[in-house]
């Protein structure tokens, strides 16, 4: 079965309007953790944010959130304000001991 | 920037050569894995390695091997090379600091086999 689960294989959006990307996760651990990547079209992956399952606060950094909905085992991304350079691949992925990725999510942010 | 480099960042090889690659880190950190991406799959985990001489296996582990004889470099070696292990290979480092957890990636190496 698949433990992380992203739906969207691409999304586009306007400049300065916000984005979500969704992702969903299956586990029966109580202590896992949660992560959203970026990877450019460069090829590197980037680390955007992170939260654990016993954080009560919504992860934030920046221009970026992590929408945690526990009892829904969601963990969607959402990107404020976006830019022409948010266009990448967005990776959830869920640490269950080591780190499970999902198939990641296109997004295209047009002017 | 967690000081992790990769190398080689690019190699073509033939089918049935052995193959390693590197990964390098300049920070002491004690976890380290191996990640294999291709598309549709997102990354895959190979190996990882918890100290010197400690490592386990991921999810896609067959036709790799790993070795870690010092804290800063990682191996992983193909054996036998072959034409479904032509892939990009991200080494990565992980960093735990009370309740936060973050994850690190190297810049990537371009493995062909052909």
């Known amino acids: 079965a698949q433990k992380i689960t992203q739906t969207q294989p691409g999304m586009f959006v306007q400049e300065k309007e916000a984005v979500t990307l969704d992702c969903t996760y299956d586990?029966?651990?109580?202590?896992?953790?949660l992560f959203w990547y970026k990877q450019p079209s460069s090829g590197e992956m980037i680390f955007l944010i992170y939260?654990?399952?016993?954080?009560?606060q919504n992860a934030t950094e920046g221009r970026y959130s992590l929408n945690f909905q526990k009892a829904r085992k969601s963990a969607n991304l959402v990107i404020s304000a976006s830019q022409l350079g948010d266009s990448a691949m967005y990776f959830c992925?869920?640490?269950?001991?080591?780190?499970?990725f999902g198939t990641g999510t296109r997004l295209q942010v047009f002017p | 920037d967690a000081g992790i480099t990769q190398s080689p960042r690019h190699k073509v090889t033939e089918t049935g050569t052995p193959v390693t690659l590197r990964c390098h880190q300049t920070?002491?950190?004690?976890?380290m894995y191996w990640y294999r991406q291709d598309p549709g799959h997102g990354l895959r985990l190979i190996h990882y390695?918890?100290?010197?001489?400690?490592?386990d296996k991921g999810e896609v582990s067959d036709g790799y091997s790993v070795s870690r004889s010092k804290t800063e470099d990682f191996l992983l070696t193909l054996e036998s090379a072959t034409s479904s292990q032509t892939s990009v290979y991200f080494c990565?480092?992980?960093?735990?600091?009370?309740?936060?957890?973050?994850?690190?990636f190297g810049p990537g190496t371009r493995l062909t086999v052909t």
């Open positions: 586990t029966s651990d109580q202590s896992y953790g």
């Open positions: 992925a869920m640490r269950e001991g080591k780190l499970i």
């Open positions: 390695s918890y100290g010197v001489k400690d490592t």
């Open positions: 920070e002491n950190h004690r976890y």
């Open positions: 939260q654990g399952s016993y954080d009560e």
């Open positions: 990565a480092i992980s960093v735990s600091s009370g309740s936060s957890y973050e994850q690190y």
